[in-house]
């Protein structure tokens, strides 16, 4: 990030990543620890337990076009506009996205790319793996760097006609060549609420069943495949006896209708690994196939690859330790990981007032105020989460295991609010000593009260 000045003598603040280069304003909220990860490119890495896990997962649909090296910054329009998120969507919002500038941010799913791809019109079925970027709560499941594996299989109605066949038989015929699996689904078909998941026009009932049909029979197969190959890993008698679950949710995107979420039952509990449903035809139309209808889906390919290794946090997989690493190969079955000592937590607590309620203040606006480049500033009203979250990121880095929030109330008489948060400091590699843990500590606190304007308790 370096400053540079225009031809009346102003400063302008410009970013270059990767040879590209970018004039911020005041939307700027990337930090420039969030900036360097974009090198790392974690999913393409031989040997990592994400390009395993990725081709393990490219390797059940065969002839799918790939794509692992699409650049992660792109336009609003290409992460939100494209794919039909209204204008006051949150996901648009400062407090979950990073902006480079207003209308430039670091992609926040991989369906970012889904209509430049579907224009380029090169195969029926493709899968796009990346880098994406949240602002988003500290735990061992959540990290502001992640990536996800999107996906996509569309038919052209045309070859139906060709063939003399409807389109519904075509994609029938279809999923009859997705290995069938024995695995009990608890709710395969959830019940699908028209008035927030509509059948689109144009799509005939049949055809949306078939195509549901492909989509949900694919991604069964990849979570089976994932299952079959964690349960070989484990030489856990009880671990591999414990059968899979499975089961399909509803859920709502802006780009597809109807649309489900796959859960699998984890460590006591569902967990989502993915998002999915039928591409809505207006994608296809304003991206020059009109003739084509399929699914689309996103998974989360950490929460694949915990699943198949059983690595318990997520900051491991940018772990540059010979510990982690060493554990992985491409050229061998998976073996499952075993976490090299665990080193002691340490907790601090932090309490602070927010600011006094701005009666100009913008939250629930359109647009966010303009603040200073970089930082977030805020009243209490617009007061965000992930700002206090952003501030542990970039003070503590991967020291902070988790922040939660462990008490919140309201002054009766003065109305201010007050939270406490409780950080777990824990260094993944190594003990951290005392002298650290309250060093960090100390400068969290402060910037915390720099950056948010809180007033210490
Ligand atoms: C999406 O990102 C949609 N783009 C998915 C999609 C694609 C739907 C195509 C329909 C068609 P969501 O925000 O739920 O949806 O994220 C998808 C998956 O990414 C989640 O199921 C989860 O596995 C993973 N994921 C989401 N947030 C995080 C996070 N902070 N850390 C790790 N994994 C995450
Ligand atoms: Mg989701």
């Known amino acids: 990030c370096q400053l540079r000045y225009n031809s009346s003598g102003t400063p302008q603040k410009e970013v270059t990543v990767e040879g590209k280069t970018y004039t911020t304003d005041s939307w700027m909220n990337t930090p420039s620890t969030i900036l360097s990860a974009i090198p790392r490119r974690l999913h393409t890495q031989p040997d990592h337990p994400l390009t395993i896990t990725r081709q393990l997962i490219e390797s059940r649909f065969p002839g799918y076009q790939t794509h692992n090296n699409l650049f992660p910054i792109v336009t609003t329009h290409q992460n939100f506009d494209s794919l039909g998120f209204p204008p006051d969507h949150v996901g648009r919002s400062r407090t979950d996205t990073y902006y480079l500038n207003a209308s430039t941010v670091l992609r926040t799913h991989t369906s970012a790319h889904q ?21 988003d ?33 075509l994609i029938w015929d279809d999923v009859d060549k997705i290995p069938k699996h024995s695995v009990e689904v608890s709710d395969p078909n959830p019940t699908i609420h028209p008035e927030r998941n509509p059948l689109q026009d144009g799509h005939a009932a049949d055809e949306t069943e078939a195509i549901a049909a492909h989509l949900k029979r ?56 993915l998002g999915s449903g039928i591409v809505q035809q207006s994608i296809l139309d304003n991206a020059g196939v009109p003739h084509r209808v399929g699914w689309a889906f996103g998974l989360g390919l950490e929460r694949i690859a915990m699943l198949l290794y059983g690595i318990p946090d997520i ?8 510990r982690f690493l060493g554990q992985f190969s491409a050229s061998a079955a998976p073996k499952r990981f075993t976490p090299f000592s665990k080193y002691p937590a340490c907790f601090k607590d932090v309490s602070f007032w927010l600011p006094a309620r701005s009666s100009s203040s913008a939250a629930g606006g359109a647009s966010p105020p303009p603040t200073a480049a970089g930082s977030t500033a805020t009243t209490g009203a617009g007061f965000h989460e992930n700002d206090v979250m952003e501030i542990a990121r970039e003070v503590c880095g991967d020291v902070v295991e988790d922040v939660r929030l462990t008490d919140e109330f309201v002054h009766p008489k003065t109305g201010r609010r007050s939270m406490c948060y409780r950080v777990n400091y824990r260094h993944l590699e190594r003990t951290l000593t005392n002298d650290e843990a309250n060093d960090l500590h100390a400068r969290f606190r402060r910037e915390l009260v720099d950056k948010l304007g809180v007033e210490l308790r």
Do not use: C
Not at 252 to 270: C, R
Not at 315 to 322: I, V
């Open 218 to 273: 694919s991604l069964e197969d990849v979570v089976v495949a994932i299952f079959n190959a964690a349960r070989s890993a484990t030489t856990d008698a009880a671990a591999s006896e414990e059968p899979l679950k499975i089961r399909w949710v509803e859920a709502y995107f802006p780009f597809t209708s109807p649309s489900w979420e796959l859960e699998v039952f984890w460590q006591g509990d569902w967990l989502e690994v």
């Open 315 to 322: 900051r491991l997989f940018w772990s540059t330790d010979a």
């Open 137 to 169: 709560a500290i735990d061992r499941s959540h990290y502001p760097v992640f990536h996800q594996m999107e996906g996509a299989r569309t038919w052209d109605r045309r070859l139906a006609e060709k063939q003399g066949k409807t389109l519904a038989q």
């Open 115 to 135: 209509a430049d791809t579907f224009r380029k019109d090169e195969a029926d079925g493709f899968l796009i793996s990346a880098d994406v970027y949240r602002r």
